[in-house]
């Protein structure tokens, strides 16, 4: 059985996290923290809920000003963060979230230090809200920096629709402030902060799918840096199959391309899989392939919902290319699964070129 997120704040967890501040402050009651921490309402908290539990724990042993407090967690967290700690570590930002919105200034330095093999992407965004100039200048000048993670944060933490945070309403309608960031780090060659800025780019085009396209046509071709940006930023609109930006990649649109000696189950049971194989003929008046296929999914009131799944991106030389593909449907918290009558949609290119129904069994 998997470990859940918030399992990760464990004993030995706040046990090294209480000693190290022990380390910077005598006075810290060790044993005191460890009963407020797991008090009777531990075990219902979730995630966030826990994480906001631990930051307001160490306020309330911690009795000074926020300038000592801060000045205590930066050498606690130079002693103890690293990388097995990235998620845990997300309380020294929170932290300054809950206590540090009226210290900018400070509250801003203590988060360049506390973003480094861990993440301010959450805390940032409440700086954004209630400091929008002052600190989408701080953003700026962090990518600039030498520092990969001030780098990322500028990006991910200016994300319109980031997960598990509190949306960028103002940026969802107009995200021009965010693409000047993200066009400061258009041609930076770090994956970390490179995944970050297609990601954005990825949430803007959900919204303003246009602006992205139109930055793609100017990035694509450029250099490898942005060519990767630009292929993970397309992703949705690839999905979606969105003309231009399968123009963009290459993928010409041809609406006559046939597939032969299609095969596949008639029947599947929920917890096994459904496997299917075909042939592509005449393919070398593509030469680039996009091959995907999509599942309309059957809903509880006799509705489909449909999702589509990658197989295969490349240039193809041969005349005929072979697919065998399996797709499982083993039970995942993700999905429900409901019996009945399915249909598998295969894609080329953008184009639905055979679809074929199925029946979903218990």
Same mark, same amino acid.
Not at 24 to 35: E, G, L, V
Not at 90 to 107: P, R
Not at 299 to 306: A, D, F, I, M, V
């Given at each position: ?53 631990? =930051?307001?724990?160490? &306020?309330? #042993? ?6 000592? @407090?801060?000045? !205590?967690? /930066? ?120 995944? =970050?800025?297609?990601? &954005?780019? #990825? ?6 799918? @246009?602006?992205? !396209?139109? /930055? ?147």
């Amino acid at each position: 059985m998997s470990k859940l997120l918030k399992d990760l704040y464990s004993i030995e967890y706040i046990n090294s996290l209480a000693l190290n501040i022990s380390k910077f402050y005598p006075n810290f009651d060790i044993q005191s923290f460890i009963n407020n921490i797991f008090n009777s309402s531990w075990n219902k908290l979730e995630l966030k809920q826990r994480i906001d539990h631990i =930051s307001c724990t160490i &306020n309330i #042993n911690l009795p000074l000003s926020y300038t000592k @407090q801060l000045e !205590i967690l /930066i050498q606690t967290y130079k002693e103890f963060s690293n990388k097995n700690h990235y998620l845990q570590n997300i309380i020294f930002a929170n932290f300054v979230k809950l206590y540090g919105l009226d210290n900018f200034d400070i509250s801003i330095k203590a988060l360049e230090i506390f973003t480094i093999n861990s993440t301010a992407e959450f805390t940032i965004r409440e700086f954004i809200l209630k400091y929008e100039d002052k600190t989408l200048a701080q953003m700026r000048l962090w990518t600039q920096s030498n520092n990969e993670h001030l780098r990322r944060l500028a990006s991910e933490g200016s994300r319109p629709r980031l997960p598990w945070a509190k949306s960028l309403t103002k940026y969802k309608k107009d995200p021009s402030k965010v693409i000047q960031i993200l066009t400061l780090l258009q041609d930076d060659n770090c994956l970390y902060v490179k995944k =970050s800025v297609a990601n &954005n780019l #990825n949430d803007i085009s959900k919204d303003h799918p @246009q602006i992205v !396209i139109d /930055i793609a046509k100017k990035w694509y071709g450029q250099n490898e840096h942005k060519n990767w940006i630009i292929k993970h930023a397309l992703r949705t609109l690839l999905k979606e199959a969105n003309q231009e930006v399968l123009n963009i990649f290459g993928y010409k649109i041809k609406k006559d391309i046939k597939i032969e000696n299609f095969t596949m189950n008639n029947s599947v049971k929920i917890g096994d899989y459904l496997n299917f194989s075909f042939d592509i003929k005449d393919i070398n008046i593509l030469k680039k392939l996009r091959i995907e296929y999509s599942i309309d999914f059957l809903r509880q009131n006799n509705s489909s919902n449909n999702k589509v799944f990658f197989i295969t991106q490349k240039n193809i030389n041969n005349k005929i290319y072979h697919v065998n593909k399996k797709h499982s449907f083993k039970i995942i918290t993700t999905r429900k699964y409901y019996t009945g009558l399915h249909r598998l949609n295969i894609i080329i290119n953008g184009i639905i070129v055979h679809k074929k129904e199925f029946n979903l069994i218990g």
